[in-house]
Every structure is written in structure tokens, then in C-alpha cells.
């Protein structure tokens, strides 16, 4: 992408930017009584460059035309970074997080099942989702008849793997959240599986030190802390609840990560989520997907001098990320189907921001 000078940041200038979200590849070959996963991205993970020189509140205005993805949240990351206001932010950020779960739940989770997603629905769904700082009651009945079959604050007192069973049989026929875990449930278990610590309570000036360094490029094309990886999102973040844990002791990863965003609907429905954390030149800011962190300096006229961002794609689908260590747990005595509709299920549950492309490679090809 080349550089736009100074010059051609006029607002009315709509096509100088583009979102450019690029895409991740997945390869997947059986490898002992698991499967071996590669994943390489071509995200273009230093788009954000572009801005460097720009005036900073003309590349605030234009920076979600460059993140067609969870804008809000990149506009409120780099506001906060640079110690600008951001009232408003956590109604923003509220309703793109519902907005985000909502497409997972109501458009790719029946298209997993081979179903026809409700799509005459969404529009309804989603304006709720922009007025839910308005109107939560409006929001809140429209998860209980069309997402969750039941309140959300009721949603949120089950408790136990069995309770979340029970929900998902009682509803699995009017709603797409059910369904899906219904089905899960009925899959060939995966391996267990070690996964990355979450990325909690993460310390901006160590982020800040290791972006700011002379590997920070890398480091936020292919994050590690401590030289291992970690994982962010509605997972990691609702890991401490007592239905997370008991799924994650009872070896069933993929019901614990789409329980996880059922979760975090209904809290989103019920409350604000927590607003921009900042530090000196550098923000955080809690996405439908993970953390997402804005370095951003400017200098004394205003104009950005540099930016970077590290997403949570980059934790995730890191080649030994979250999703790498579940697509391993893959077992390699399915049959070719199956495998390619486990790993699909996987990809879904961990939630890239972008398209992917899944290969199966033949078997004995793990280190080809």
C-alpha cells in the first residue's frame, strides 16, 4: 500500500482508503492420533501506517474505512492513545460487540449446520444493537425470542455443563445459539488440548516496550509474552466463570468458547463494557474478539508520527495460537469430512476478523 501524503487527506476524499483485510490460510494434515495445523496470515497488519503524517483527527475520522471490522473500537483505541476524549466509547463499543456476536451466532452458525440463515432478521437485530444504550429492554427481549429462547439475565445463572445441555435441547429448534451446541455436543470429541494463558490484565507499558522495540514490527504480526503465546477474547475473558471452568475440565473446548459468546451477549444486553484503558501513547480496548491495542504518537502540529496496532487475530491465529493447539486436537482417525467440518467449527469458535482458507493435505504430508 503506498503512502498518501499530507496533502491528500482532504475527508470528502472517500476512496483514498480502503479496508485491505487480507486473510488467513490454514493447512491441515493428520499426524499420529491428532492432526498438525499450519496457519500463515497475509493480514496487512501495518495498514495503519498509512496515517503517519496525517493530521490526527482527520485519520481518526477516516480509521474505520480502513477497519471495516470493529471501527469503533479502532477509532476508540487511538483516540484514548492519544489522550483524547472518548465519551461515548462504551455505547460504541457495546453495540459493535453485540452487532459482532449477533452476525456469528445468526449468519454463520446456521450455515455450519447447513442451514439458511434468517438473514430477513438481521436488520431488526442489528438496529437493536445500535439503540441498546437507549433501550437494553428492547435488546433484552430480542435475544430471549430469537438468540437465547430465555432472558439473558437467566442466560447467565446456568452454572454447569448440564444446565447449558438442558438449554440447548429445550431450544435447539427456535434458536441458532442452541442449535449449534446441540450439535457440537453430538461431534466426536476433540484431543485434549494445552491452550495459550489468556491475555489478562495486560500490561500496557510491557506491550508498549515490546512494540516500541527493535523487533516491534514482528512482534505485532506474531505476538508472544515471555517467548509463549496467549489467547484474548469472550473466553479469556469469562475463563474464572463456573461454566467455563467446568467445560474446560470436562475437555470440551469448543462448547466452552461458543458458551463464552453467549455469555458475553447477554451481559452486553445487560451493561456497558468497560471503557478505553489508557497509557502514555498507548490504548487498549476490549473487542467481540480479544484485546485490541493502538500505539499512536504524534507530534507537536498534531500529525501522527507513529502507529501501530496489535490485534487480537494476530494472539489467536498465531501458528501456535489458541486455534493452532485445537485444530492439532483434531483426532486423525475421522474421516476426511469430519475433520474439515471440526476444523471449520474451530475457526468459528475462536473468530478470526477475517476470511480464511482451509486445505486438508494427504496424510504423511505433516511435514511436507
Not at 142 to 165: K, M, N, V
Not at 245 to 263: G, K, N
Amino acid at each position: 500500500m503506498r503512502r498518501l501524503e499530507p496533502a491528500e487527506t482532504a475527508p470528502d476524499a472517500p476512496g483514498l482508503i480502503e479496508s485491505s483485510p487480507g486473510g488467513i490460510r490454514i493447512e491441515l494434515a493428520r499426524d499420529g492420533s491428532g492432526s498438525r495445523a499450519r496457519l500463515a496470515s497475509n493480514r496487512p497488519v501495518h495498514a495503519v501506517r498509512v496515517f503517519e503524517r496525517w493530521p490526527s483527527d482527520t485519520a481518526l475520522r477516516m480509521l474505520p474505512r480502513l477497519f471495516g471490522v470493529c471501527g469503533q473500537a479502532h477509532r476508540a483505541a487511538a483516540a484514548a492513545a492519544l489522550g483524547l476524549h472518548t465519551g461515548g466509547a462504551g455505547a460504541a463499543l457495546r453495540a459493535e460487540t453485540l452487532r459482532e456476536h449477533l452476525l456469528r451466532v445468526h449468519l454463520d452458525g446456521p450455515a455450519l449446520l447447513g442451514l439458511r440463515p434468517r438473514v430477513s432478521l438481521m436488520p431488526r437485530l442489528l438496529r437493536a444493537c445500535e439503540r441498546v444504550g437507549e433501550s437494553a429492554d428492547e435488546a433484552c427481549a430480542l435475544l430471549e425470542r430469537h438468540t437465547l429462547g430465555i432472558a439473558p439475565h437467566e442466560f447467565l445463572r446456568i452454572d454447569d455443563p448440564g444446565a447449558l445441555r438442558a438449554w440447548s435441547r429445550r431450544h435447539a429448534a427456535s434458536s441458532p445459539a442452541a442449535a449449534l451446541l446441540e450439535h457440537v455436543a453430538g461431534l466426536p470429541r476433540l484431543l485434549p488440548v494445552d491452550e495459550p494463558d489468556g491475555l489478562a490484565e495486560v500490561d500496557l507499558d510491557q506491550l508498549r516496550e515490546r512494540i516500541d522495540g527493535p523487533d516491534g514490527d514482528a512482534f505485532v504480526a506474531r505476538p508472544e509474552l515471555d517467548g509463549a503465546c496467549r489467547q484474548t477474547g469472550p473466553y479469556a475473558r469469562h475463563a474464572d466463570s463456573a461454566l467455563l471452568r467446568e467445560l474446560r475440565a470436562a475437555d470440551e473446548p469448543l462448547q466452552a468458547r461458543l458458551a463464552a459468546r453467549l455469555r458475553e451477549l447477554a451481559l452486553y444486553a445487560l451493561s456497558e463494557p468497560e471503557p478505553p484503558c489508557r497509557g502514555d501513547g498507548i490504548a487498549r480496548v476490549e473487542t467481540s474478539r480479544g484485546t485490541l491495542v493502538h500505539r499512536v504518537l504524534a507530534d507537536a502540529q498534531g500529525r501522527i508520527a507513529r502507529w501501530r496496532v496489535l490485534a487480537p487475530t494476530e494472539w489467536n491465529f498465531h501458528p501456535r495460537g489458541a486455534a493452532a493447539c485445537l485444530l492439532d486436537a483434531i483426532p486423525s482417525e475421522l474421516a476426511d469430512a469430519q475433520r474439515e467440518h471440526l476444523a471449520r467449527l474451530v475457526v468459528h469458535a475462536v473468530d478470526p476478523c477475517v476470511a480464511f482458507e482451509l486445505r486438508l493435505r494427504p496424510a504423511g504430508d505433516a511435514d511436507a
